[in-house]
């Protein structure tokens, strides 16, 4: 409930009390009148005395009144409308317009609430100006680092007229490079989503998850089935020395009768939830990815309507708190559960990294990466 809405309430609830006293006191004069002797009761003295205390009551119910339609002005202006004059800039700072000043002329107090924010917007534009220009350097000095950063980011396919709403998050340790990945592939049965996770970070990683997502792309797009595709990126890292990778795939039909198939290679459980808010972990199926082969088994579950699916990499599930703590599954398991109602992927991806970092000391140890799909309702 807003602050004016409770104001509202307290200013109505308070003039109700006041009429229903003042109601309260003139019946039990009233009754009392009643009760006195007949001779009493035309007494003039005693009229006078009531029509005194009529006129106090009245000159009291109405000086309330004034006041409190005083101090409901006073708050409108002095408090509520700068508030949502602050809120409004806000607002604007957060849905990009991050050149806008945040300044309230009044009151003292919102006015200083204002200029802190104002400070942490000039900060954020600050970070944000090194930031590009960080990236306009890369560009310009790197091309092969940048070149191979796009080859790592996820593939923009329309996935919506399938019913599927995806969103992810894919944050470096260090530099611009990471070893994890996520993307989106056509297949001909449908729509396949991938996550993988190379040890370590940086450069030379980041070629091997190259090499990786080449592999799986062409494997998934050709139609192979997701544990032959897993067979296939062991064999192709048999001449890759000490590097090893945790991936995940997810094989969505079109037709939402049939199942989705799923194999997970040494990759943390992914969350299957269901639109009861039934959890259900998707747990490896066979080892980590690398030149020594393994078997890898693929499991089915039904991905129906109001359905969804998070994948994280240990990156996000590692990180700790000052008192040593890792996020861990509870904290993710939290995170999915909090955000349960949230309307769409990215706002539950958004929810699962900021919870997760807010309490972090280890935040750039590795790299974190975080897949929301959703089937939507009515697909």
């Known amino acids: 409930m807003t602050l004016r809405r409770r104001l509202q309430l307290f200013i109505a609830f308070f003039a109700v009390t006041v009429l229903a006293v003042a109601g309260w ?3 039990v004069y009233l009754e009392a009148r009643a009760e006195i002797s007949e001779s009493l009761a035309l007494d003039i003295r005693l009229d006078e005395v009531a029509d005194q205390l009529s006129a106090v009551l009245s000159i009291s119910i109405f000086v309330s009144l004034v006041l409190l339609s005083l101090a409901w002005i006073y708050l409108e ?8 004059e602050m809120r409004t800039e806000l607002r604007m700072v957060a849905s990009g317009t991050i050149h806008q000043v945040i300044e309230v002329a009044n009151p003292p107090e919102i006015q200083l609430a204002a200029a802190d924010a104002e400070s942490m917007r000039q900060n954020l534009v600050n970070q944000i100006d090194l930031a590009r220009a960080a990236w306009q350097g890369l560009e310009q000095n790197a091309p092969l680092v940048a070149s191979m ?9 329309d996935t919506e007229k399938f019913g599927l709403d995806v969103a992810g998050q894919t944050l470096p340790a260090s530099g611009a490079i990471a070893g994890d990945w996520w993307d989106v592939i056509r297949t001909p049965q449908g729509t396949a989503l991938a996550m993988v996770d190379v040890t370590g970070h940086g450069p030379e990683a980041g070629v091997v998850g190259l090499q990786i997502k080449a592999i799986m792309t062409a494997a998934l797009s050709a139609g192979f089935t997701p544990s032959d595709v897993m067979e ?3 064999a192709g890292l048999s001449d890759v020395d000490a590097l090893l990778a945790t991936a995940v795939i997810l094989e969505i039909p079109n037709d939402i009768s049939k199942p989705t198939k799923w194999v997970n290679a040494g990759h943390p459980a992914g ?12 747990n490896p199926t066979g080892p980590m990815l690398g030149g020594f082969g393994g078997e890898w088994h ?3 579950i039904f991905f129906s309507a109001g359905d969804r699916i998070v994948l994280v990499s240990d990156g996000l599930l590692e990180t700790q708190d000052e008192n040593g703590d890792e996020f861990g599954t509870q904290g993710l398991v939290t995170s999915v559960v909090t955000g349960e109602r949230t309307g769409d992927s990215a706002e539950l991806t958004n ?29």
Not at 77 to 84: E, G, I, Y
Not at 149 to 157: E, G, M
Not at 361 to 378: A, P
């Open 25 to 27: 006191e003139r019946y």
């Open 77 to 84: 202006r002095w408090v509520l409308a700068p508030l949502d």
């Open 351 to 379: 929810l699962i990294v900021s919870t997760a970092r807010q309490d972090s000391v280890t935040w750039n140890r590795d790299d974190v990466s975080v897949v929301v799909i959703t089937r939507r309702l009515g697909e």
């Open 149 to 157: 950063r796009k080859a790592l980011s996820p593939t923009l396919i």
């Open 271 to 282: 969350y299957w939830i269901d639109s009861n808010h039934l959890i259900t972990t998707l």
């Open 232 to 234: 296939r990126v062991s």
């Open 298 to 300: 693929s499991q089915e």
